[in-house]
């Protein structure tokens, strides 16, 4: 998931039935949540947003980590590849 040049990397709580993302490539922690892929796009819309506006208001430049884009990218993949795996587990539970 991203949004404005940033990245989200997403997990699945089974047990509260929510997914829990964290932007990811800052050094600040940013965190949203949501129930469904919707709900948790539009929390991780509005973290982001609430991140930039933050920054603008306290006068500093969004803390962004030094990676370079090949290894983000690469990261992404593997999260990608991690997020679907959990989803496909959870689902194979409830079956």
């Known amino acids: 998931m991203h949004y404005k040049g940033y990245y989200a ?36 819309h509005e973290a982001v947003d609430n991140y930039l506006a933050a920054c603008d208001e306290l006068n500093q430049s ?18 990608e590849d991690e997020v679907e795996s959990e989803y496909t587990q959870a689902n194979l539970k409830d079956n």
């Open 62 to 79: 969004p803390k962004k980590t030094s990676e370079d884009s090949f290894s983000l990218n690469a990261a992404m993949r593997g999260m």
């Open 9 to 44: 990397k997403i997990k699945q709580d089974v047990e509260d039935q929510i997914f829990i993302g964290h932007v990811i490539g800052i050094k600040d922690i940013v965190g949203f949540h949501g129930k469904s892929e919707s709900e948790l796009e539009q929390a991780f």
